[in-house]
């Protein structure tokens, strides 16, 4: 342990102030032979305290949540160490199962459209006193301010500890040494509207004035060396402004006046459906947001591309009037640009009353048929008025050429918003026409728009495998009409397309100088070490089951890793350690067998006999890349089966 500090307690004492660092940083304050920690990592720190004299630690004050500063609970002795933590965190170490869950929906708290944006611990850790903002904490003598200062959690707090002629600040994960964030995705706490960033903003905005106020001595973040320069407020600041103005589009998309959305189409004589070119067909713009378009073969035969949001009762008079009116005999097939459940909620309806198949491209086909082994945002599964997975009739590979009534249709890879994506292009009616899903929305006339959708890593969605490659991809294949879905036509696109492909590398940039490591994926990626399946059953009479752990690797170089898999009693993982070495750019994949032993699990059996929402328990993952300890970032879900 380092001493980083002194200060005098209120009876003339002194108070010496320590540093360690495992899964995160923590710090000592110790006053004779007692102490309070600021966070606690793995519990190492426990270890050392004989090595200054602490005997006792008579409280832990958690900043925030995050399993990394509170792993090391259950080495603490709570009937002589008592937890302290902000207010707002309290139910997220209390309660954590309540923010995983076997059924995920689109609201559900502290996520983004279903997948859980809050990292608490795999078992509740009790809390024995609560923060409020600008409450205080006395302790030999001390007395400690408590800020509230959400941002990088939804309710951390910065502590500072006071003495005549300096201010300690302990910040949690609110800033980086160099000015940067963590984590990014810590801080999406939206669908790119920038909610979480803004909260941030803010809690630096009130760092800034208090240090204009009283300046701080040193600023003491839970990752990273201490600051001793608090000007970074400053900078930090202005760079989240700057990158805000980047991140979030800036253009309203879905409010968009009609004319900016769609400057081709025209009405028909069917009610709900506006003619695009002479084959093609979209929904109207009192339509929009919804997903439904259609090619109409002069054979009668048709091809639905995305179907989702709109009723029952809108898909089956737009058919029957498209039945009446063009033409229409058959549908073969509806296509699905991307994992996303609203592009498909009709599905089910388009197979069993039309008979059409679905088709998706190859990688994003298990996305679909079996949503909940991902802990992805926006999967079927989490609408209300979804389903738990459909079967994909046909699936096809990157660059499959089909030849449909004539057309020469094709279906390559496309991510961007979301790895699992693809493009579905042909040419009609004299014009290169591309389905693009919801990588690209904008009015391409307006010079100032660069038609970006959401940046949500919970997406799966990497930069340099997503939407600079994918836009790069658009600006070669230089179509003339750009179909996106929610109702959007883009004429004459390649200046816009352009300004895509540039705003891409832009924002790539702005990551790479925002997050600390030299690789900003692993501060991005909130899936760099994952579990397949995410949901893992072990109610079933097999007693066991298997899952895939991959490891992926970002850098230019091999890279080494450890990830332990810690399992709730009665969970044994065989193997329960991965240790291996991953080339450059490459991952790996770990099978790992799971079983579970009834007689450890104290379980009450339910009514009806079945596995419940409170036997679903956590599986964390903790992690090490060479000489970096990360500890349990990620986790998957195991239901348990009920005792007897």
Same mark, same amino acid.
């Given at each position: 342990m380092n001493e980083v500090g002194q200060c005098k307690t209120s009876q003339g004492t002194i108070a010496k102030l320590y540093h360690t660092s495992d899964t995160c940083n923590v710090y000592v304050v110790q006053v004779g032979d007692r102490a309070i920690l600021i966070d606690l990592g793995d519990g190492t720190v426990l270890d050392r305290l004989p090595l200054v004299g602490v005997k006792h630690v008579d409280w832990i004050l958690f900043t925030h949540?995050?399993?990394?500063?509170? %792993?090391?609970?259950?080495?603490?002795?709570?009937? =002589? /160490?008592?937890?302290?933590?902000?207010?707002?965190?309290?139910?997220?170490?209390?309660?954590?199962?309540?923010?995983?869950?076997?059924?995920?929906?689109?609201g559900d708290k502290y996520s983004v459209y279903g997948a859980s944006f809050v990292r608490p611990p795999a078992k509740k850790i009790l809390i024995d006193q609560e923060f409020q903002d600008n409450g205080s904490f006395s302790w030999q003598g001390l007395d400690l301010q408590c800020w509230l200062t959400p941002g990088h959690s939804p309710g951390s707090m910065t502590y500072v500890l006071p003495d005549r002629d300096q201010r300690f600040v302990? =910040?949690?994960?609110?800033?980086?040494?160099?000015?940067?964030?963590?984590?990014?995705?810590?801080?999406?706490?939206?669908?790119?509207?920038?909610?979480?960033?803004?909260?941030?903003?803010?809690?630096?905005?009130?760092?800034?004035?208090?240090?204009?106020?009283?300046?701080? +001595?040193?600023?003491?973040?839970?990752?990273?060396?201490?600051?001793?320069?608090?000007?970074?407020?400053?900078?930090?600041?202005?760079?989240?402004n700057h990158f805000r103005s980047r991140?979030?589009?800036?253009?309203?998309?879905?409010?968009?006046?009609?004319?900016?959305?769609?400057?081709?189409?025209?009405?028909?004589?069917?009610?709900?459906?506006?003619?695009?070119?002479?084959?093609?067909?979209?929904?109207?713009d009192s339509s929009k947001g919804k997903n439904f378009a259609m090619i109409i073969a002069d054979s009668g035969h048709a091809l639905v591309l995305d179907c989702g949001l709109l009723s029952k009762n809108e898909l089956e008079e737009a058919i029957a009037g498209a039945r009446q009116h063009l033409g229409l005999k058959q549908i073969d097939a509806f296509w699905i640009s991307h994992m996303h459940g609203d592009h498909f909620l009709l599905g089910p /309806?388009?197979?069993?009353?039309?008979?059409?198949?679905a088709w998706t491209l190859d990688r994003i086909v298990d996305r679909c048929e079996n949503p909940r082994r991902y802990d992805y945002s926006a999967l079927v599964s989490t609408y209300d008025d979804g389903f738990d997975g459909m079967k994909i009739d046909r699936p096809f590979t990157d660059g499959q050429v089909m030849e449909w009534e004539g057309y020469r249709v094709q279906i390559d890879w496309m991510p961007g918003q979301t790895e699992f994506g693809c493009c579905l292009w042909l040419e009609m009616d004299g014009k290169r026409i591309a389905f693009t899903g919801d990588n690209i929305f904008g009015y391409p006339a307006d010079p100032t728009q660069d038609?970006?959708?959401?940046?949500?890593?919970?997406?799966?969605?990497?930069?340099?495998?997503?939407?600079?490659?994918g836009s790069r991809y658009l600006m070669e294949l230089s179509p003339d009409i750009i179909m996106g879905?929610?109702?959007?036509?883009?004429? %004459?696109?390649?200046?816009?397309?352009? !300004?895509?492909?540039?705003? +891409?590398?832009?924002? /790539?940039?702005?990551?790479?100088?925002?997050?600390?490591?030299?690789?900003?994926?692993?501060?991005f990626d909130p899936y760099w070490v994952s579990a397949y399946p995410y949901r893992v059953d072990l109610t079933e009479l097999s007693s066991k089951s298997s899952v895939v752990i991959t490891v992926r690797n970002f850098r230019s170089e091999p890279q080494s890793h450890r990830v332990q898999i810690k399992t709730p009693p009665g969970v044994v993982a065989v193997p329960?350690?991965?240790?291996?070495?991953?080339?450059?750019?490459? !991952?790996?994949?770990?099978?790992?067998?799971?079983?579970?032993?009834?007689?450890?699990?104290?379980?009450?059996? +339910?009514?009806?006999?079945?596995?419940?929402? +409170?036997?679903?328990?956590?599986? /964390?993952?903790?992690?090490?890349?060479?000489?970096?300890?990360?500890?349990?970032?990620?986790?998957?879900?195991?239901?348990?089966p009920a005792k007897e």
């Open positions: 949540h995050h399993r990394e500063q509170c %792993q090391g609970i259950a080495a603490v002795d709570r009937t =002589t /160490t008592k937890v302290a933590a902000g207010a707002i965190e309290r139910e997220l170490f209390e309660a954590p199962m309540a923010f995983r869950k076997w059924y995920p929906k689109l302990f =910040t949690g994960d609110i800033i980086h040494d160099g000015a940067k964030m963590v984590t990014w995705f810590d801080s999406e706490w939206d669908y790119g509207f920038a909610k979480g960033i803004d909260t941030l903003i803010a809690s630096v905005e009130r760092l800034v004035s208090e240090n204009k106020r009283e300046p701080f +001595s040193r600023i003491l973040p839970s990752h990273g060396p201490p600051i001793y320069d608090a000007i970074q407020l400053t900078t930090y600041r202005d760079r989240l991140y979030v589009r800036g253009y309203p998309v879905f409010d968009m006046p009609n004319e900016q959305r769609d400057t081709l189409s025209q009405p028909t004589s069917v009610p709900l459906l506006n003619r695009v070119t002479p084959h093609l067909y979209k929904l109207r /309806t388009m197979k069993e009353k039309y008979g059409a198949e038609g970006h959708e959401a940046v949500v890593a919970r997406n799966s969605c990497i930069f340099d495998e997503g939407y600079t490659l879905s929610h109702s959007y036509v883009m004429d %004459q696109p390649q200046a816009f397309l352009v !300004r895509y492909h540039e705003w +891409s590398k832009e924002i /790539t940039k702005i990551f790479r100088d925002l997050l600390p490591d030299h690789d900003y994926e692993y501060r329960d350690v991965i240790e291996g070495t991953i080339d450059a750019r490459q !991952r790996k994949n770990y099978p790992v067998e799971l079983r579970w032993d009834p007689e450890a699990f104290p379980q009450k059996h +339910s009514e009806q006999g079945n596995a419940t929402e +409170s036997q679903v328990q956590m599986v /964390t993952l903790d992690i090490q890349l060479d000489e970096q300890r990360y500890g349990e970032w990620f986790d998957f879900l195991v239901m348990v």
